[in-house]
């Protein structure tokens, strides 16, 4: 059985985890639930918003108060919050898993440093399908010549907060990566205005916020003739957090290093 701990336990994803992990008590036991300091459930039992979980455990405000009897913390959080919780994971010795999106390079470089000491696995997109995704447009991006435009064009709910999503972004590094190219020269975040016509070789990246939609992802290769398109939907978030607890399960048995879903999910 492995002893999960959960960040952003009271967040849309975090529920998700927390109840599909206490229905399969088997596999997990729930040993800790964080939100941040001033949280209004903050000192409430995890049972008062998780009808499937019965056990004792309350909501805390620290991860350290739950470190010690954790084996895998799940964080699904601010980028600043996460790295704090990376850290104290590193100096407790326990494994990671990063579903947080909008991290930046310096704080990426962090993570990865404390990799050096644990296991993490970090992705922007838990999910079985986006990860095969990843994988079809890279290669598709290899065997299509310059002349197809590669837009990428992703819609999620109101509520999120970065943009464009982690998702679209590795997507875009899939591409790059097909055609052997910087994707921090060939992007480009949106149009507006008198921008002129499409320079060769851009990867176009786009979001959209709208109602509630869970997550929307689609690659379009286009040239004068003809559009190919990779399009994946989530139509629930349990699709996210099966594949966070299924990470959780990888790391239970690795030492240290940095990983992602595709090391997970076997198709590197």
């Not at 190219?181 to 949106?190: A, T």
Request: net charge negative; charged share 25%; glycine share 10%.
């Amino acid at each position: 059985m492995i002893r999960i701990a959960v960040c952003g336990a009271a967040g849309r994803m975090g529920k998700r985890i927390l109840s599909l992990a206490a229905a399969n008590t088997e596999k997990f036991h729930i040993a800790g639930a964080v939100e941040f300091k001033g949280h209004p459930l903050a000192g409430t039992p995890v049972s008062s918003f998780i009808e499937e979980y019965s056990g004792p455990a309350t909501l805390l405000a620290s991860l350290s108060n739950c470190i010690k009897n954790t084996d895998v913390v799940i964080d699904f959080c601010a980028p600043q919050a996460t790295v704090h919780h990376v850290e104290i994971c590193r100096d407790a010795g326990k494994a990671i898993v990063i579903g947080t999106t909008g991290i930046d390079h310096t704080q990426r470089g962090l993570i990865i440093e404390y990799a050096e000491k644990i296991p993490i696995v970090m992705a922007p997109n838990m999910s079985v399908g986006v990860n095969l995704l990843f994988s079809l447009v890279r290669d598709v991006a290899r065997r299509l010549d310059a002349d197809y435009d590669i837009e990428i064009v992703e819609t999620h709910h109101r509520f999120k907060k970065d943009a464009p999503s982690g998702t679209a972004l590795r997507l875009a590094e899939a591409a790059a990566e097909g055609r052997n190219v910087s994707l921090d020269e060939k992007s480009v975040y949106g149009r507006k205005g008198l921008v002129g016509e499409r320079a060769p070789g851009e990867i176009g990246i786009h979001a959209v916020r709208s109602g509630s939609v869970v997550g929307e992802h689609t690659v379009s290769f286009a040239n004068l003739g003809e559009r190919i398109e990779l399009t994946h939907r989530a139509e629930s978030r349990d699709t996210f957090a099966l594949g966070a607890l299924r990470a959780a399960e990888f790391l239970a048995t690795q030492h240290s290093g940095i990983f992602d879903m595709q090391d997970v999910l076997g198709l590197k």
